[in-house]
């Protein structure tokens, strides 16, 4: 796992004994200077930029799917003088990069990258990291939990806000830049998926949109798995990681499948994913999920500052990586964030756009017909909806509130903070570029959360920078069509994965096994919210919490999802404790 510290303002004694911890925790100095040092594992593969700046994790020029391992002189000028601009705009990967400016020290994050940038400042100085145990590497204090910040992330669930959860301990989000002015902190967001969809450009025609997509998704995920001696792609029959399976055939690599079957029918693609790997001729290994490895006394991941490890998942990916050992794979990849990269959107919105963007009327009613054959409505309701959401497009974009089970204070406290940055952004303003972006916060957000617990070894290369930016540059309607979300990406891939892959309707979800497991597990959930954390801290409502743990009658979907995230935040909770 990458591992890097960097320390910005520190006295000199202070320095000297930091890079002494820092040696004594496997890291190498990689600059030391008065008031700035900065230390690396050898996984971390640090690139200098010129002689006073640094860039950890992995670095890619847009375009190739090639590594950057060195910068020439004019290259790491340009990145200098232009404060790190240049480097987000000709590159992409998974990085932290340390620039000096002209006042102050300045630290900027990739878009989408999966290398975490926690900082905690003070006085006149400030520590920065890959991950709380390094952090901590500097600032020798123990964790406290944030309690209203943990009630923000129940509410707006995939949406990570610049606090974490861990007191007086931040995060630098993907395509910001920090500067570091003794111990105060300046963020400037240099990326914003806005820039890439400014009204006035010619759309391209979806043959070539589809023709480019194909070529970004293919070498995006060349250059994330090219250090992968053989892949095993968690191929659950759906058409993200089929596109995955396929662009990583495309290249001629080693690469299994494997397909865990859930009990319920709802949750079983094994049709599809067979159909897949047939196509492509890959080994497809089916296995059936396991009841019993579903281990909600261990925190999922407890060296996140968030609870955001979901257990299940964590389930899912443990019993993924034994089968890779056993198939003799050493890299997981998956589809993960390939709804919220190819605009899966099931609303009248992507109409509305029709209405508001000088090259939409033509579309209108040609997209209310594909938007009536995907919702199952008809073409005239979603038109009155699409006129509706038109005239009222100022109307900034609501991000979703979940405020069930928790208690009146933290619903309250939650709404204190600012949103994304991203939600307000939008000039002018459209309601499916809006609901997009929002996606992308979404995609955003699981990324950066970086690996983690079984998660450590798993690649989800679709969520990548320049594919990214290409699907911005289309509009929301030519996404759908034959009655499909996703379809540029359907087009890009249809010659190769077949076609009840590529233009299925269905998607399958293993909703009612999630609940069996939390079902047969109930007394013990009981017993730990109610007498948890989470309660003595006054986040959860306890007799919301009970009447729903004491209903006898089976969770609903909606009530199950609920209390699972409590519970995955309890146990992350404690794990933070002890």
């Not at 923000?152 to 007086?168: G, I």
Request: one cysteine or more; a neutral charge.
């Amino acid at each position: 796992m990458q591992k890097y510290l960097i320390a910005v303002g520190l006295a000199e004694d202070r320095q000297h004994r930091l890079q002494e911890q820092a040696r004594r925790a496997g890291l190498a100095i990689f600059l030391d200077r008065p008031g700035l040092l900065a230390a690396g594992n050898a996984l971390s593969k640090a690139i200098p930029i010129g002689q006073s700046g640094y860039i950890f994790g992995s670095l890619f020029a847009q375009g190739s799917a090639k590594r950057v391992l060195s910068l020439p002189g004019s290259e790491a000028t340009q990145i200098l003088g232009s404060g790190g601009r240049h480097l987000i705009g000709k590159y992409w990967g998974d990085y932290v990069a340390l620039i000096p400016l002209a006042e102050g020290t300045a630290v900027l994050r990739s878009p989408f990258g999966t290398l975490p940038c926690l900082y905690r400042a003070a006085d006149r100085h400030a520590h920065l990291a890959s991950d709380i145990d390094t952090l901590q590497l500097g600032t020798k204090q123990s964790w406290s939990i944030d309690y209203e910040a943990v009630a923000r992330q129940l509410v707006f669930a995939d949406m990570r806000l610049r606090e974490t959860c861990l007191e007086d301990v931040c995060e630098v989000r993907g395509g910001e830049r920090v500067r570091f002015l003794g111990g105060r902190a300046e963020h400037r967001i240099l990326w914003s998926p806005w820039d890439f969809v400014l009204a006035g450009r010619d759309l391209p025609e979806p043959e070539e949109a589809a023709a480019r997509l194909r070529k970004e998704a293919i070498r995006c995920t060349q250059a994330k798995t090219q250090d992968a001696d053989r892949c095993l792609v968690m191929l659950s029959g759906g058409l993200d990681s089929s596109i995955v399976a396929a662009a990583l055939a495309a290249r001629d690599r080693e690469v299994a499948c494997l397909n865990l079957v859930a009990p319920a029918s709802a949750g079983d693609e094994r049709v599809y994913a067979r159909a897949a790997c047939e196509h492509l001729e890959l080994l497809l290994a089916e296995r059936r999920m396991n009841e019993g490895s579903l281990l909600l006394d261990l925190p999922a991941s407890p060296s996140l500052p968030r609870p955001v490890a979901r257990s299940f998942e964590q389930m899912l990916y443990r019993t993924a990586g034994d089968i890779a050992e056993e198939l003799g794979c050493d890299t997981i990849v998956d589809g993960g964030g390939g709804d919220n990269v190819f605009c899966s959107l099931q609303s009248a919105s992507p109409a509305a756009d029709c209405l508001l963007d000088r090259q939409g009327p033509r579309a209108f009613w040609h997209t209310c017909n594909e938007i009536a054959a995907l919702t199952h409505a008809s073409a005239w309701r979603v038109a009155r909806k699409a006129v509706r959401r038109a005239w009222e497009r100022s109307r900034p974009y609501r991000w979703p509130a979940a405020t069930q089970m928790l208690s009146p204070d933290a619903v309250a406290v939650a709404h204190r903070k600012d949103l994304h940055p991203w939600l307000s952004a939008g000039i002018p303003p459209r309601p499916a570029r809006s609901a997009q972006i929002a996606q992308l916060i979404g995609a955003q957000s699981f990324m950066e959360d970086g690996p983690h617990g079984t998660k450590s070894n798993v690649v989800s290369p679709l969520v990548s920078q320049p594919l990214i930016e290409h699907c911005l540059s289309l509009a929301p309607w030519q996404w759908i069509e034959r009655g499909c979300n996703r379809a540029i990406a359907r087009r890009a891939f249809s010659k190769m994965l077949p076609p009840e892959v590529i233009w299925r309707h269905s998607k399958g979800i293993p909703d009612s096994y999630i609940v069996q497991l939390y079902e047969a597990n109930r007394e013990m959930i009981r017993d730990r919210l109610i007498g948890g954390l989470l309660a003595a801290a006054g986040v959860i409502d306890i007799a919301a919490v009970e009447a729903a743990l004491d209903d006898p009658t089976p969770f609903r979907g909606r009530e199950c999802s609920r209390i699972v995230r409590l519970m995955d935040a309890e146990i992350w909770a404690r794990g933070i404790r002890g």
